[in-house]
């Protein structure tokens, strides 16, 4: 990524590339949401699993919301080999100290709730930069749409209380059998 943290967006030079690109960023945040929900249920840290498949499942539902508002037109099929930017670590989190087997939901909902903010920041640049006004306002519309998200986030932040300090801390950690 450059050194703004804004992906180098000058590869989407079309609204069906764009909403495309968001699709397949919502579909990869769903598969990763999907995998912190299995590794944390394997932990038994069963409420931030269920929290990371409802993170999984809101992805999903923002994939389908981009695609239908294509309006029945193409979209380019983009795979992940054919990445041509780093949009797709915008969801992911910030590096491997983010995801601890005894997280608590409050940093689950803080996760969700920094790469929202990161996406935002992409749409927001996009609707300002874009040299197409179409795509611009797609970019716009997007952006919208994700503050939404981010405000949901908020709220739930504040049902969670903040974690103490030694919250990493594991009276009983786990061992490997030999």
């Given amino acids: 990524m450059n050194a703004t943290h804004v992906p180098d967006s000058d ?26 929900a299995d590794q944390m249920e394997v932990h ?16 999903n539902q923002l994939k389908e919301h981009y695609i239908s508002s294509s309006k029945g037109v193409e979209l380019p099929d983009i795979v992940p080999w054919d990445y041509r930017f780093e949009c797709i670590e915008l969801l992911r989190s910030d590096n491997t100290s983010d995801v601890h087997y005894l997280m608590t939901p409050y940093h689950a909902v803080e996760l969700a709730l920094r ?20 795509t611009r306002q797609t970019a716009k519309d997007f952006k919208e749409e994700q503050a939404k998200h981010i405000s949901i986030l908020v ?20 061992t490997l059998q030999e």
């Fill in 115 to 134: 790469c929202k903010k990161r996406l935002v920041e992409f749409f927001l640049h996009l609707s300002e930069n874009h040299h197409d006004e179409d």
């Fill in 155 to 174: 709220q739930w932040l504040a049902e969670y209380p903040e974690p103490d300090e030694d919250w990493r801390e594991d009276q009983d950690p786990p």
């Fill in 11 to 36: 590869v989407i030079q079309t609204v069906q590339e764009l909403i495309a690109y968001t699709c397949a960023m919502e579909l990869e945040a769903a598969n990763h949401y999907q995998e912190l």
């Fill in 44 to 59: 038994n840290n069963l409420e931030v699993a269920e929290l990371f498949r409802k993170f999984s499942d809101l992805s």
